[in-house]
C-alpha cells in the first residue's frame, strides 16, 4: 500500500510525458521546429508550461525526443518486416522497401529528414541515424558477406556509404510529389539493388 502513491505518480508522470511528446510531434510537423514554442505544445498538451520543462530541458532535447521516438517506430517496423525473410538478399530488399515507404509518410519526412539535421545539428542527427540503422545495415551485409553473395572490405565503410546513399534516397522521396512518391520509392529501390550487385565477388 505504501508504494501505491508513487505508482500513481509515475503513471500520471508517464501519461504527460506522452501527451507532451504527442503534441510536440504535432506541432513540428504543422509549423517546423524553428516556428514552434514550448508555449504552443503546452497548450497543444493541456498542461503547464513548467510541466514540459520538468520533463525536458529545452526545445532541443524535446525535439530529440520526438525524433528519437520516429526513429524507434522505424526500427520496429523494420523489424517486423525482417522476422520472416531469411534470404539474405530479400532481406536487404525489405528494410529497403519499409525505409524508403516511411519516407513518404508526412510526418516522418518532416520529423526525421527535414527538421532533424537542422534542430539537433548535422553531427547530432547522423550519430543516431547511425546509433539506430548503421549497425543493422552492417549485420545485413556481413550476412550476405559470410553467403558468398557480395564481397566488402574490413570495416563498415560499405555499410556507411548505403546508409548514406538511403538517407538521400529517402530525402529524395519525401521532397517529390505525392503522386509521384512511389515511383521515386521504386527508382530509389532499384538504385540500392544495384548498390548491392556492385559488391557481388568477380566470377
Same mark, same amino acid.
Given at each position: 500500500?505504501?508504494?501505491?502513491?508513487?505508482?500513481?505518480?509515475?503513471?500520471?508522470?508517464?501519461?504527460?510525458?506522452?501527451?507532451?511528446?504527442?503534441?510536440?510531434?504535432?506541432?513540428?510537423? #504543422?509549423?517546423?521546429?524553428? $516556428?514552434?514554442?514550448?508555449?504552443?505544445?503546452?497548450? $497543444?498538451?493541456?498542461?503547464?508550461?513548467?510541466?514540459?520543462?520538468?520533463?525536458?530541458?529545452?526545445?532541443?532535447?524535446? +525535439?530529440?525526443?520526438?525524433?528519437?521516438?520516429?526513429?524507434?517506430?522505424?526500427?520496429?517496423?523494420?523489424?517486423?518486416? *525482417?522476422?520472416?525473410?531469411?534470404?539474405?538478399?530479400?532481406?536487404?530488399? #525489405?528494410?529497403?522497401?519499409?525505409?524508403?515507404? +516511411?519516407?513518404?509518410?508526412?510526418? +516522418?519526412?518532416?520529423?526525421? *529528414?527535414?527538421?532533424?539535421?537542422?534542430? *539537433?545539428?548535422?553531427?547530432?542527427?547522423?550519430?543516431?541515424? /547511425?546509433? +539506430?540503422? *548503421?549497425?543493422?545495415?552492417?549485420?545485413?551485409?556481413?550476412?550476405?558477406?559470410?553467403?558468398?553473395?557480395?564481397?566488402?572490405?574490413?570495416?563498415?565503410?560499405? $555499410?556507411?556509404?548505403?546508409?548514406?546513399?538511403?538517407? /538521400?534516397?529517402?530525402? #529524395?522521396? #519525401? $521532397?517529390?510529389?505525392?503522386?509521384?512518391?512511389?515511383?521515386?520509392?521504386?527508382?530509389?529501390?532499384?538504385?540500392?539493388?544495384?548498390?548491392?550487385?556492385?559488391?557481388?565477388?568477380?566470377?
Amino acid at each position: 500500500m505504501a508504494d501505491e502513491p508513487v505508482t500513481r505518480r509515475q503513471e500520471y508522470a508517464e501519461l504527460t510525458r506522452a501527451a507532451i511528446l504527442e503534441a510536440a510531434g504535432e506541432r513540428f510537423v #504543422a509549423d517546423g521546429y524553428a $516556428a514552434t514554442s514550448i508555449d504552443a505544445v503546452a497548450a $497543444a498538451a493541456r498542461v503547464s508550461k513548467g510541466s514540459v520543462y520538468h520533463h525536458f530541458s529545452d526545445k532541443s532535447e524535446l +525535439f530529440e525526443a520526438v525524433f528519437l521516438a520516429q526513429e524507434q517506430r522505424l526500427l520496429d517496423a523494420v523489424s517486423a518486416a *525482417l522476422a520472416s525473410v531469411d534470404d539474405p538478399w530479400a532481406l536487404m530488399a #525489405a528494410g529497403t522497401t519499409v525505409y524508403l515507404e +516511411f519516407c513518404s509518410h508526412p510526418e +516522418f519526412a518532416r520529423i526525421a *529528414l527535414q527538421e532533424a539535421p537542422v534542430a *539537433l545539428g548535422w553531427a547530432r542527427w547522423r550519430a543516431i541515424e /547511425e546509433r +539506430f540503422f *548503421l549497425g543493422l545495415i552492417s549485420a545485413g551485409l556481413q550476412t550476405m558477406a559470410q553467403s558468398g553473395l557480395i564481397a566488402i572490405p574490413p570495416g563498415d565503410i560499405a $555499410a556507411r556509404m548505403l546508409l548514406a546513399a538511403l538517407s /538521400e534516397a529517402g530525402l #529524395a522521396v #519525401a $521532397a517529390a510529389p505525392a503522386d509521384e512518391q512511389g515511383e521515386y520509392q521504386a527508382h530509389a529501390a532499384k538504385v540500392a539493388d544495384g548498390f548491392l550487385r556492385s559488391l557481388r565477388p568477380p566470377t
